[in-house]
């Protein structure tokens, strides 16, 4: 039998078998015999297969024998809606909970009381930051500090300064596409050679959303010119970062060290990993 729908009926079958009777004559004998036949939905894919925790994700189930109203469960923790729905895709979005396990979720489809095998929703939680892009140093005596997106912060400065992009990296390393969320940075073990001491940077705070662009800092130490720090001015210090989605908050486990500044009359503005 070739199943056409999702769904249950009752199917019988006869046999026939050819056996002897009570007087030892063989005959033949006809056995009608009943039983359930069930045809469920097959799920053969879904994009994307992860999403942020959190955040809503738009995501197309693909297979076969969905009927026109089948129902999609992703777990605990992701609640689903739909658009459009056909016999061989259905669009939804997952509405994942800001407190939802991360990892595998099993997302399988409900047709006509059936249910498919599932397949697999990775929930992403914020865990670390991994340099993506390390621009060059620019050292200026009266010109402008310009960001990784072209923009200028700053005009008329005497200072040096290094566009920093780092992409944001679930538990299991994979890249984060998503947002929006509460992204930031805060500064400690703070060291200085300035006079007066200028003290450790105030934490900073910016709205981001990995999906429309990465995550760039700017890390600039300077004056307004004419003005210009003396050849051996300079600090260094730690900056460690956080992600929060709606009330709940995710330390990265990322801490990057900044030495910036003259050194003995040489520009530098360098980052490195300080914790993966």
């Known amino acids: 039998m070739t199943g ?14 050819f056996a002897p009777d009570s007087r030892g004559y063989c005959r033949w004998w006809t056995v009608p015999t009943d039983g359930t036949v069930n045809v469920s939905p097959k799920l053969t894919g879904i994009w994307p297969a992860h999403g942020l925790v959190g955040t809503t994700v738009s995501v197309t189930i693909s297979g076969s024998g969905f009927g026109s109203a089948a129902t999609v469960n992703a777990g605990t923790g992701i609640t689903v809606s739909y658009g459009s729905r056909s016999d061989t ?37 914020p865990s670390k930051l991994s ?22 912060i ?11 992009v780092s992409s944001l990296l679930d538990q299991q390393g994979g890249t984060i596409l998503g947002g929006d969320f509460t992204f930031t940075e805060s500064f400690s073990n703070y060291t200085t050679t300035i006079n007066p001491n200028p003290g450790v940077p105030q934490p900073e705070s910016s709205q981001q959303n990995t999906s429309i662009q990465p995550l760039a800092d700017i890390q600039y130490l300077g004056k307004n010119a004419p003005n210009c720090f003396g ?10 970062f956080k992600v929060t989605l709606g009330s709940n908050n995710f330390p990265l486990s990322t801490v990057y060290h900044i030495e910036r500044g003259n050194y003995s009359g040489t520009a530098k503005v360098d980052v490195t990993v300080k914790t993966p």
């Open 4 to 17: 056409k729908a999702a769904g249950s009926t009752t199917d019988r079958a006869y046999v026939r078998n």
């Open 131 to 152: 340099i993506s892009n390390y621009g060059g140093l620019n050292v200026i005596t009266n010109g402008s500090v310009v960001d990784y997106f072209g923009t200028i």
């Open 231 to 240: 050849s051996n001015d300079h600090e260094g210090f730690d900056q460690s």
């Open 154 to 164: 700053l005009t008329h400065q005497c200072g040096s300064y290094r566009n920093v």
């Open 89 to 125: 895709s259905i669009s939804t979005s997952f509405a994942i909970a800001a407190n939802a396990a991360g990892g595998n979720h099993a997302v399988s489809v409900t047709a006509n009381g059936q249910t498919s095998s599932s397949v697999n929703f990775y929930v992403q939680i």
